[in-house]
């Protein structure tokens, strides 16, 4: 009777343990910690500015949950916006209004994929693409804002077809069409090549082919 009572007791006294720890586990975590780990369960990317996060402490989302789920557990908590930009990034921004500040998502119109490290320009204040095409900046009095990015067409927008919401900017692929050109003396002096892939030979200039120890008489 004794060892059965002992045996309750310790049992009693290690769930009161594993009570503890799991309320220990499940307090307030730094945010960056819990997106480190949603990023390693749902193989996705954050991106977000630094001062953004900094010192924000939450409590973790249930472990058996959806990452939809997850970023509604946190935005809730936090007040930011989750917004995904594709298959596996998402961008982290605090709440804003039009006023003051001016964002987008940079995609292309021809596979939809996020382009980085595009300039936009307005006025005087410029800023880049991350690594999911996101960006933002502080609204100024001009006019204009001016998108370039290696391989696209320039774009130049108003400020005020941007949303607080930062939806996608898309830019059309860049295409040069280049001139029409004649190989001369291809495979030996004589022999052209045209654009339509047929080839010319000129006898008078036919130089000695590969392999012959004299031009050939053809």
Same mark, same amino acid.
């Given at each position: 009777?004794?060892?059965?009572?002992?045996?309750?007791?310790?049992?009693?006294?290690?769930?009161? @343990?594993?009570?503890?720890?799991?309320?220990?586990?499940?307090?307030?975590?730094? !945010? $960056? %910690?819990? /997106?480190?780990?949603?990023?390693?369960?749902?193989?996705?990317?954050?991106?977000?500015?630094?001062?953004?996060? @900094?010192?924000?402490?939450?409590?973790? *989302?249930? &472990? $058996?949950?959806?990452?939809?789920?997850?970023?509604?557990?946190?935005?809730?908590?936090? +007040? /930011?916006?989750?917004?995904?930009?594709? @298959? $596996?990034?998402?961008?982290?921004?605090?709440? &804003?209004?039009?006023?003051?500040?001016?964002?987008?998502?940079? &995609?292309?119109?021809? %596979?939809?994929?996020?382009?980085?490290? @595009?300039?936009?320009?307005?006025?005087?204040?410029?800023?880049?693409?991350?690594?999911?095409?996101?960006?933002?900046?502080? $609204?100024?009095?001009?006019?204009?804002?001016?998108?370039?990015?290696?391989?696209?067409? *320039?774009?130049?927008?108003?400020p005020n077809q941007f949303t607080i919401d930062c939806k996608a900017v898309l830019m059309k692929t860049s295409y040069t069409t280049l001139e029409e050109v004649t190989v001369a003396d291809f495979i030996a002096a004589g022999i052209e090549k045209k654009t339509d +892939?047929?080839?010319?030979? &000129?006898?008078?200039?036919?130089?000695? /082919?590969?392999? !012959? *120890?004299? *031009?050939?008489?053809?």
């Amino acid at each position: 009777m004794v060892t059965k009572h002992a045996g309750a007791f310790l049992t009693g006294i290690l769930l009161i @343990a594993f009570t503890t720890q799991a309320q220990v586990n499940t307090g307030k975590q730094p !945010l $960056r %910690t819990i /997106l480190q780990s949603l990023e390693k369960q749902f193989n996705v990317a954050f991106t977000f500015a630094d001062k953004s996060i @900094a010192e924000v402490n939450v409590d973790p *989302p249930p &472990r $058996r949950t959806s990452l939809a789920n997850s970023l509604q557990v946190l935005s809730q908590q936090t +007040g /930011l916006n989750f917004q995904s930009l594709n @298959a $596996r990034y998402i961008a982290i921004s605090e709440p &804003r209004t039009s006023a003051n500040i001016l964002c987008g998502t940079l &995609r292309s119109s021809d %596979t939809g994929e996020s382009i980085a490290g @595009a300039s936009i320009q307005l006025g005087t204040t410029s800023a880049i693409s991350n690594e999911g095409g996101y960006f933002e900046l502080n $609204r100024t009095d001009s006019t204009h804002v001016i998108i370039k990015s290696l391989g696209f067409e *320039p774009l130049e927008l108003s400020p005020n077809q941007f949303t607080i919401d930062c939806k996608a900017v898309l830019m059309k692929t860049s295409y040069t069409t280049l001139e029409e050109v004649t190989v001369a003396d291809f495979i030996a002096a004589g022999i052209e090549k045209k654009t339509d +892939g047929s080839l010319t030979v &000129r006898n008078e200039f036919l130089g000695i /082919l590969p392999g !012959l *120890p004299q *031009p050939d008489a053809l």
